[in-house]
Protein backbone atom coordinates (compact mmCIF):
# COMPACT_ATOMS: atom_id res chain seq x y z
CA UNK A 1 0.00 0.00 0.00
CA UNK A 2 1.74 2.98 -1.23
CA UNK A 3 -0.72 5.81 -0.25
CA UNK A 4 -1.88 6.45 3.05
CA UNK A 5 -5.57 6.10 2.48
CA UNK A 6 -4.98 2.85 2.00
CA UNK A 7 -3.12 2.13 5.19
CA UNK A 8 -5.68 3.98 6.94
CA UNK A 9 -8.84 2.25 5.53
CA UNK A 10 -7.27 -1.45 6.31
CA UNK A 11 -6.74 -0.48 9.78
CA UNK A 12 -10.74 1.26 10.12
CA UNK A 13 -11.95 -2.49 8.31
CA UNK A 14 -9.81 -4.23 10.90
CA UNK A 15 -11.36 -2.06 13.65
CA UNK A 16 -15.08 -2.93 12.61
CA UNK A 17 -13.97 -6.70 11.92
CA UNK A 18 -12.89 -7.19 15.30
CA UNK A 19 -15.73 -5.18 17.01
CA UNK A 20 -18.03 -6.70 14.99
CA UNK A 21 -16.19 -10.48 16.09
CA UNK A 22 -16.18 -9.34 19.98
CA UNK A 23 -19.79 -8.96 19.93
CA UNK A 24 -21.15 -11.16 17.40
CA UNK A 25 -21.68 -14.61 18.99
CA UNK A 26 -19.65 -16.79 16.89
CA UNK A 27 -16.10 -17.19 18.56
CA UNK A 28 -13.28 -19.86 17.54
CA UNK A 29 -13.51 -20.61 21.70
CA UNK A 30 -17.00 -19.95 23.46
CA UNK A 31 -17.37 -17.71 25.58
CA UNK A 32 -19.03 -19.59 27.92
CA UNK A 33 -15.71 -21.52 28.96
CA UNK A 34 -14.34 -19.53 31.79
CA UNK A 35 -11.31 -17.57 31.66
CA UNK A 36 -10.12 -18.87 28.09
CA UNK A 37 -13.81 -18.06 26.21
CA UNK A 38 -11.96 -14.45 26.22
CA UNK A 39 -8.89 -15.42 24.56
CA UNK A 40 -9.78 -15.42 21.00
CA UNK A 41 -11.18 -11.97 21.31
CA UNK A 42 -8.56 -10.52 23.60
CA UNK A 43 -5.57 -12.18 21.10
CA UNK A 44 -7.65 -10.62 18.52
CA UNK A 45 -7.92 -6.88 19.95
CA UNK A 46 -3.70 -7.40 20.41
CA UNK A 47 -3.37 -8.03 16.78
CA UNK A 48 -5.61 -4.76 15.71
CA UNK A 49 -3.80 -2.77 17.95
CA UNK A 50 0.13 -4.31 16.92
CA UNK A 51 -1.40 -3.58 13.15
CA UNK A 52 -2.64 -0.05 13.98
CA UNK A 53 1.09 0.77 15.33
CA UNK A 54 2.73 -0.71 12.38
CA UNK A 55 0.16 1.00 9.82
CA UNK A 56 0.80 4.56 11.38
CA UNK A 57 4.54 3.96 10.94
CA UNK A 58 4.22 3.09 7.19
CA UNK A 59 1.60 6.51 6.99
CA UNK A 60 4.56 8.43 8.62
CA UNK A 61 6.84 6.53 5.77
CA UNK A 62 5.13 7.44 3.25
CA UNK A 63 4.34 11.09 3.74
CA UNK A 64 7.52 11.85 4.97
CA UNK A 65 8.71 10.38 1.77
CA UNK A 66 6.46 12.58 -0.06
CA UNK A 67 7.36 15.82 2.33
CA UNK A 68 4.08 15.92 3.65
CA UNK A 69 5.32 15.10 7.11
CA UNK A 70 5.79 17.69 9.63
CA UNK A 71 8.50 20.09 9.41
CA UNK A 72 11.20 19.40 11.15
CA UNK A 73 12.78 21.87 13.18
CA UNK A 74 16.93 22.40 12.75
CA UNK A 75 17.34 25.51 14.75
CA UNK A 76 15.05 26.47 17.82
CA UNK A 77 12.53 29.17 17.31
CA UNK A 78 14.19 31.00 20.31
CA UNK A 79 17.91 32.17 20.05
CA UNK A 80 19.10 32.65 23.76
CA UNK A 81 22.63 34.86 24.76
CA UNK A 82 24.39 32.54 26.66
CA UNK A 83 25.16 34.39 30.33
CA UNK A 84 28.25 35.00 31.67
CA UNK A 85 28.79 34.05 35.00
CA UNK A 86 30.80 37.37 35.90
CA UNK A 87 28.32 39.64 34.71
CA UNK A 88 25.75 37.50 37.16
CA UNK A 89 28.43 38.64 39.78
CA UNK A 90 28.36 41.78 39.04
CA UNK A 91 24.26 42.10 39.62
Same mark, same amino acid.
Do not use: C, H, N, S
Given at each position: ? #?? !???????? %???????????? =? !????? *? @??? *??? #?? %? @? @? =? /? #?? %????? /?????????? $?? =? &?????? =? *???? &? !?? %?? $?? *????? @?????
Amino acid at each position: M #GK !PTGWILAV %LMAWVVQLLYTL =L !PFDLI *P @DIL *PLI #GG %L @D @D =L /F #GW %LVVLA /FTGYAAVQVW $YV =L &ERRGAA =L *PRVD &E !PA %LQ $YE *PIDTV @DLVRM
